[in-house]
């Protein structure tokens, strides 16, 4: 199974069961700016008990591994649980959204956009930019870094630099933010 069949697979399975997502992670990075290999597909979903189950349902039908039990606790607990394609080993970690105020406004600012052929739902540049923020204070520092550096160096006049260090300082990023901003700026050509 291909990428883009794997992700039209998911997607629809998430639309079927009425399920809000957002991809996320690596394959947004690579949306906006930052192509890297990855054997899994992060996607951010939000939505009550009843739509779980419909998801855990139609994962199963469509053979994946999913372990309900799991994703009833991640659902509880606000945290993440995966499903994998035996066929193709691919992956996908479904992170329930978070119950707070960045990630509410994340979610909402989701936006359309086409990934390989397909329309799906994908968090906004700078709202990737925040969340490989947010990695890198958690220990995955330089991977996270060097993809927000790819993705300002791409990002030109449509990043909202405004909103980015409103979270940035929301979020107490701010060792992150200048370190990245610091290596982008050795990057630049000096005038």
């Not at 309900?68 to 995966?82: D, I, K, M, P, V």
């Not at 499903?83 to 992170?95: F, H, N, Q, T």
């Amino acid at each position: 199974m291909s990428l883009a069949t794997f992700i039209r697979t998911v997607a629809g399975i998430l639309e079927k069961a009425h399920v809000p997502y957002m991809l996320t992670g690596s394959l947004a990075a690579a949306y906006y700016a930052t192509p890297r290999a990855t054997q899994d597909v992060d996607v951010v979903i939000d939505t009550p008990k009843e739509g779980i189950e419909r998801l855990v349902r139609g994962l199963l039908d469509s053979g994946f591994y999913v372990d309900r039990a799991a994703a009833l606790s991640a659902w509880r607990t606000r945290s993440q649980f995966n499903a994998i394609d035996p066929d193709s080993g691919w992956k996908v970690d479904l992170i329930v959204r978070k119950d707070r105020a960045f990630s509410e406004v994340e979610f909402k600012r989701r936006e359309r956009a086409e990934v390989l052929g397909l329309e799906v739902s994908m968090a906004s540049l700078e709202d990737v930019i925040l969340a490989k923020l947010e990695w890198a204070k958690m220990g995955d520092s330089e991977l996270q870094r060097t993809d927000v550096v790819r993705l300002l160096e791409r990002a030109g006049d449509r990043l909202d630099q405004d909103y980015v260090e409103a979270w940035v300082r929301e979020l107490d990023l701010k060792s992150e933010w200048d370190a990245v901003l610091g290596r982008l700026s050795d990057t630049q050509p000096e005038a």
